[in-house]
């Protein structure tokens, strides 16, 4: 493509995104510009809006998202505004609330299809690291002359100026930090929900989150929001470092630039409960109500008596009972049991059937728990190439609202145990 075609091109799509913003975002960037810097500084355009203005435009977002965000962004800056007013590092963030992109579970990316394309991946926030600086713009100052040179950085090996633009040797340049540029980063591992891997660890992604996105959802920023289901939109992107210089080879790993995240609340207030109250209504009101539920949890297990009395403690475990506040102290409505017996009679039938049919249950092994075990811990440990501190949530937490379902009990040691106990006085699971 020519450099006329280019500028042409540059052109008429800042003049769309300008035509596009008058529409429907005239009143979301007055509201930006009030909020700028402090309070806010992004842009949050829907996609459905885009599709609803130009279905080609979002394709082509989607297509080439950097190049276009540039053209989104050049047109906020040319939005008309008051005189004192500039929005000059705002961002603009593509989301998507109508799911006119669509959200795909983790396992249903095609790295060979999807690299380099905006795609939106929905999982567990499973482990937030705490926000450290990354080199944008370094600034490198000649030893031999003093003249500065201002290099852009990615995000591998940092790149030093080739020549001086003063005296025309290779340096030795010196790195001037005050006047490098530098931008918020953190890093999330974005898992497979408990759902829809029940009893596995499931398939997870490095992300990586900049700016304001790093304090988006909370008061502590998205360390807040680890163990909750989200929608993180952004270009899929391959570990370029890896493909090329010496030790390149062709194989890489896939992650995700984050230009958007969306939380998605899975606790139980979602369950639809009007669309089955006369369903349940009908059977409430029938004498073997109780029986019915117990022998539809696994129907394939044929169970003694010991063994209904337990299926019974499991449907009375799946719906658990009010709470109770009034003056004489609160009384929790949640119910745990514990399922103890022979092997081969099929306890892990029964725990596996139960999370598929709690909506939202976690479902682990006690010899599989990992060293993060039943609470969260704050772990150092190697994530998508660094070794950082990271906040894990444990079981517990990642079931938060829905139920935790531990099989193969007796291997958790003493210590998280203990843990398990304190935890259930502090949180319903
Ligand atoms: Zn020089």
């Keep these: 493509m020519s450099t006329t075609a280019q500028a042409g091109q540059t052109a008429e799509l800042t003049d769309r995104f300008l035509e596009f913003y008058r529409k429907y975002y005239a009143d979301a960037i007055g509201e930006l510009a009030q909020r700028y810097p402090r309070e806010q500084r992004s842009l949050y355009i829907e996609a459905d809006d885009v599709y609803r203005f130009d279905p080609v435009l979002l394709d082509d977002w989607l297509d080439r998202p950097d190049q276009v965000r540039q053209y989104a962004e050049e047109a906020l800056r040319l939005f008309d505004l008051p005189a004192d007013i500039a929005l000059d590092d705002a961002h603009v963030r593509l989301t998507d609330t109508e799911d006119a992109i669509g ?64 005296c025309e040797r290779q340096g030795p340049f010196a790195l001037v930090v005050d006047d490098s540029e530098f931008v918020d980063q953190r890093k999330v591992q974005l898992a497979e929900l408990p759902d829809e891997r029940p009893g596995t660890e499931g398939e997870k992604i490095p ?46 790993e896939t992650w995700i630039e984050a230009q958007a995240i969306a939380f998605e609340s899975n606790d139980y207030d979602d369950v639809d409960v009007d669309a089955h109250r006369e369903a349940f209504e009908e059977l409430a009101a029938q004498e073997d109500c109780v029986e019915q539920l117990r022998d ?59 999370a598929k049919i709690a909506p939202k249950a976690e479902y682990r092994s006690g010899t599989g728990l990992s060293k993060v075990g039943l ?55």
């Excluded at 944008?136 to 790149?159: L, S």
Aim: charge should be negative; glycine fraction near 10%.
């Design 207 to 252: 992300v990586y989150v900049e700016d304001d996105l790093c304090d988006y959802g909370g008061e502590h920023g998205l360390p807040d929001r680890a163990g909750e289901t989200a929608v993180v939109l952004g270009k899929l992107r391959v570990n370029e470092s890896k493909l090329t210089g010496r030790n390149g080879t062709p194989e890489t």
């Design 296 to 354: 539809s949890i696994a129907p394939q297990i044929l169970a003694d008596d010991e063994l209904e009395v337990a299926l019974e403690a499991a449907v009375a475990w799946l719906f658990n009972a009010y709470r109770i506040d009034n003056d004489r102290g609160a009384f929790r409505g949640d119910l745990h049991f514990g399922l103890i017996g022979d092997p081969g009679r099929g306890k892990s039938t029964i725990l596996s059937r139960l």
């Design 375 to 429: 609470t969260a811990a704050a772990v150092q440990e190697e994530f998508a190439g660094n070794t950082d501190w990271t906040l894990e949530p444990g079981i517990l937490p990642r079931a938060n609202g829905g139920h935790c379902i531990i099989d193969e009990v007796d291997d958790v040691v003493d210590e998280k145990t203990k843990a398990m106990h304190d935890a259930s006085r502090a949180t319903r699971w």
């Design 103 to 166: 959200a795909r579970p983790i396992p249903e990316l095609n790295p060979s299809d999807d690299v380099g394309d905006y795609v939106a991946v929905r999982g567990q926030l499973n482990k937030v690291t705490g926000t450290k600086p990354r080199l944008t713009e370094a600034t490198f100052e000649c030893k031999r002359c003093g003249t500065k040179a201002y290099i852009p950085q990615g995000r591998n090996n940092t790149q030093e100026p080739h020549e001086c633009q003063g």
